[in-house]
Structure formats: structure tokens, C-alpha cells
């Protein structure tokens, strides 16, 4: 059966328009995006872990890549490497076609980096232990590096006690990728920038210094041991401040004590050192771990409670029963030690068993 005009018509309009999209594909890819005036430098460029074109996209056009962020992206999302980058950093250079960088960018790292996980609630020395061995520093080298490290302009270095780790609270928990190559000063320095660019994204409570949220942040970081109640605790601890209570936060004593090991004790409470909670008014001094997002956040943005104390509720997961009044807790208490002690006797039961 013969075609219309009209048909023939509508099916040269589709293959011209199939032809004009395949022609803007490799024109995105081949030509737009690389800067018309190029040297051909080099440029060493950082995929983060987990990030895609578009969140590198900017970076690229400033480093001089690419001159178009926007063709880049278009021509990312039509290519399947853009699905495949590699972390890590990447020799690049001046002047290269959107073509050119994907395939750069979703092979391997042509400089060579480690990795390092820094969990959420380490102190400055679990994490200096954690780098030297990600990273084959020296501690010692590490330590040293610190004091050409520059603090947040909002630490007040300058007040706090002489036996203060100044740089506690301050080496953000994350997953970094750097260069196997680089200076400890370097590294720590980058650190310390993440946090302070996680701590430029909130605001602190009314009359509340930045550098004080980061300490609340840290207890918080501590205590909570389910995520959802962050803000539940932080909401205590202002509280309490606010009443004015001891904090008299078990997490203080055991950075205090210097120790993790076992259990507190009742001659653990009567450390004296301006960490303790139980024993000094007010803050610590400086933060007891490195808090991360979610601890900031909810620093910064606690709960609405009139909860002036908790206790776990749940040995298993560490959740917390809390309470307004102090009748309230006793009571709270009392069933944690109930739980506790059935706990103790399970615990004893199964180990007496025959071998």
C-alpha cells in the first residue's frame, strides 16, 4: 500500500530530527565545553567519593576544563560514563571536549591516593591513630602538623586551659580520598575545613556562641546512641544550662578519666578536671569528639522539651527513657538497673554452663 504525501512528509521529519540529536550529542561531546583559548596545563582535579557530573560540573568550568558547565551536563546525561567516575584525583588538563573528560573521569585516579574513614565521635588522638595508619603517617609527624593547622576564626584559642586540645571537635568525621603524597599539614588542614564549612551551615541557638554548639554537638555525639534522639538530648542539655544544672554527662568523666575502658565508677565522678560535668558548672571547656551532621544539627536545632534528664531504656540498642522531673527519672533508673541485673544474671546463667 503506497504513502501518502503526508506520511513520507512526517517520516522525513523524523529521521531529519533523529539526525539533528545524534549531531548535537557529539557536538556537546566533541566540541562545547572545552575553553576555545586552550595551554593544555595541567590541572589535577578531586572526584569526591559518591559524587556525579553534576555536582562536579562548576568545578570543572572554574579549574578551566571545560568552559561550559551547562553543555558538560547535558552531555553527561546522555553518556553512561558519567555513571562510572572514579574517585580520587585525576591529572586533566586545559581546554579538553566534554568526550575527553568522561573518559578521564571514569577510569583510574592517575595519581595515586588513600583513603580515610574517620567515624563520627573520635577524639584528635583516635583520629591522628586512624590517618597514620590510612594514610602510613607517623603519629608523631601528625601531632607536629597540627600547630600549622588554622583554627575556625570563632575557636577561642586564646581562653581556653592549658592542658586544652585545641583542634578537639574540630577534624570532621568523614570519608576522604587525598593524595598519598600529601603534607600532614595538608590533610589536617582539610579536616578542619570541612567542619567549619558544616558549622557555616547552621545557626546557633539564641545566645548560644558557635563554638559552644560544636561542644553541645560533641556531647550529643556521645550520648546518642539512636540518631532520632540528637535532638531529644540536646534538648536536655540546654535545659539544663538553662535551669541552671550540673550537665553531669557520663561522656565528660570518661574523656575526663582519659580512658574508655570499663565502666564508670563512683571515684570516676569525683575526677577533678574541668571536663567533668559532675563536678564543674556549665560546658567543658572544648568538645569531647568530633561530632558529625547529624549531632550539629540538632545542636543547633534541639528539640522543644521540658526534658531534664534520661537513662537507657533499651541495653540492646542504648535508646533513652527521659524525664521532666526528677521523681520521674528516679523512676526511669530504676527500671534500667532492674533491666541491668536481669541482664547480669542472663549473662552469668549462660556462662555456667558445662564446657
Same mark, same amino acid.
Given at each position: 500500500? #503506497? ?18 540529536? #545524534? ?16 595551554? %593544555?596545563?595541567?590541572? /589535577? ?11 562536579? #560540573? ?5 579549574? %578551566? ?14 553518556? /553512561?560514563?558519567?555513571e562510572r ?16 573528560? &568522561? ?21 584528635? /588522638? *583516635? ?12 603519629? *608523631?609527624? &601528625? ?16 581562653? &581556653? ?26 590533610? &589536617?588542614?582539610? !579536616? ?13 541557638p539564641q ?13 550529643? /555525639?556521645?550520648? #546518642? ?43 570516676? !565522678? ?24 547529624g549531632a550539629?544539627? @540538632? ?23 527521659? @524525664? ?26 549462660? %556462662?555456667?554452663?558445662?564446657?
Open positions: 500500500m #503506497a504513502m501518502s504525501n503526508s506520511s513520507k512528509a512526517f517520516v522525513v521529519v523524523l529521521v531529519l530530527a533523529g539526525v539533528v540529536a #545524534a549531531a548535537g550529542a557529539w557536538w556537546l561531546l566533541a566540541d562545547v565545553g572545552a575553553p576555545e583559548a586552550s595551554n %593544555g596545563r595541567v590541572v /589535577e582535579f578531586e572526584v569526591p567519593e559518591g559524587v556525579g557530573t553534576s555536582q562536579i #560540573a562548576g568545578d570543572l568550568a572554574e579549574a %578551566g576544563v571545560i568552559s561550559s558547565e551547562w553543555a558538560f551536563r547535558i552531555a553527561a546525561r546522555f553518556d /553512561e560514563r558519567s567516575l572514579q574517585a580520587g584525583t585525576h591529572r586533566l588538563r586545559a581546554g579538553m571536549t566534554s568526550d575527553e573528560v &568522561l573518559a578521564a573521569l571514569s577510569s583510574e585516579p592517575h595519581v595515586e591516593t588513600f583513603r580515610l574513614t574517620i567515624p563520627e565521635g573520635l577524639t584528635v /588522638e *583516635q583520629t591522628l591513630t586512624r590517618l597514620a595508619e590510612a594514610g602510613d603517617y607517623e603519629v *608523631q609527624a &601528625l601531632r607536629a602538623a597540627l600547630t600549622e593547622v588554622e583554627l575556625p576564626g570563632w575557636v577561642p584559642a586564646d581562653q &581556653l586551659p592549658e592542658s586544652a586540645e585545641p583542634y578537639e571537635g574540630l577534624l570532621f568525621p568523614e570519608t576522604y580520598q587525598f593524595r598519598t603524597d600529601a603534607a600532614p599539614a595538608d590533610v &589536617l588542614q582539610r !579536616l578542619v575545613g570541612q567542619t567549619e564549612s558544616v558549622m557555616q551551615g547552621v545557626q546557633p545566645g548560644v556562641s558557635r563554638y559552644e554548639m560544636l561542644i553541645v554537638a560533641s556531647l550529643v /555525639e556521645r550520648e #546518642a546512641k539512636v540518631s532520632e534522639e540528637q535532638p531529644t538530648i540536646a534538648s536536655v542539655i540546654y535545659n539544663r544550662l538553662s535551669a541552671p544544672m550540673r550537665l553531669q554527662v557520663d561522656a565528660t568523666v570518661i574523656y575526663a578519666r582519659d580512658d574508655n575502658s570499663g565502666p564508670l565508677t563512683n571515684s570516676d !565522678l569525683e575526677i577533678d578536671s574541668p571536663w567533668n560535668t559532675y563536678q564543674r558548672d556549665g560546658l567543658p571547656p572544648t568538645p569531647i569528639a568530633a561530632p558529625g551532621r550539629i544539627e @540538632a545542636a543547633a536545632n534541639p528539640s522543644d522539651t521540658d526534658y531534664r534528664y534520661y537513662v537507657v531504656d533499651d541495653l540492646e540498642s542504648g535508646s533513652h527513657a527521659f @524525664a521532666e522531673t526528677k521523681a520521674q527519672h528516679d523512676a526511669n533508673v530504676r527500671e534500667y538497673r532492674r533491666m541491668r541485673e536481669q541482664q547480669q544474671a542472663k549473662d552469668q546463667g549462660a %556462662g555456667g554452663g558445662a564446657p
